[in-house]
C-alpha cells in the first residue's frame, strides 16, 4: 500500500494551494480517504474525507466552506482543494485511507485517526 501526498508549499494568508494523494495497493474495492493535519505541538486533526463509493465528504468546522476534498478516480487520486488559508492552517498534511465499510461517518468528536490504517508520509503546509 502507498500513499503519497505531494502540493504543500509555503503561501501567504488568503492564498489557496491543492493538496494531491496517489494511492495504490489497497486491499479494498472501495475506500474511505481522510485528510489529516498536525501542526507543531499538537494532536494529528482530521480535517476532511471521501468515501469512494458512494462520495460521502466530511470536513470538520475549521474548515468547512474553505476545504474542498475530490477524487479522480481513474487516477487513483484524492485532492484536498484549500481556499482562503489561515496562519492555523500552517500543519504537515497527511492522507490516509482504510476500507470505506471499516470507517464510520464521523460523528461529534469528528474524523478518526484510529479509524485508518494506511497513511502517507505528509507533506507540509505553511501559512504566513
Known amino acids: 500500500v502507498q500513499l503519497v501526498e505531494s502540493g504543500g508549499d509555503s503561501v501567504q494568508a488568503g492564498g489557496s494551494l491543492t493538496l494531491s494523494c496517489a494511492v495504490s495497493?489497497?486491499?479494498?474495492?472501495?475506500?474511505?480517504l481522510g485528510w489529516f493535519r498536525q501542526a507543531a505541538g499538537k494532536e494529528r486533526e482530521g480535517v476532511a474525507a471521501?468515501?469512494?463509493?458512494?462520495?460521502?465528504?466530511y470536513y470538520s468546522d475549521d474548515v468547512k466552506g474553505r476545504f474542498t476534498i475530490s477524487q479522480d478516480k481513474a487516477k487513483n487520486t484524492v485532492y484536498l482543494q484549500m481556499n482562503n488559508l489561515e496562519v492555523d492552517d500552517t500543519a504537515l498534511y497527511f492522507c490516509?485511507?482504510?476500507?470505506?465499510?471499516?470507517?464510520?461517518?464521523?460523528?461529534?468528536?469528528?474524523?478518526?485517526?484510529?479509524?485508518?490504517?494506511?497513511w502517507g508520509q505528509g507533506t507540509q503546509v505553511t501559512v504566513s
Open positions: 490516509a485511507a482504510e476500507g470505506d465499510g471499516l470507517v464510520p461517518l464521523p460523528g461529534p468528536d469528528g474524523l478518526s485517526r484510529a479509524e485508518f490504517r494506511f
Open positions: 471521501l468515501y469512494r463509493r458512494g462520495g460521502s465528504t
Open positions: 495497493g489497497l486491499p479494498h474495492s472501495s475506500y474511505c
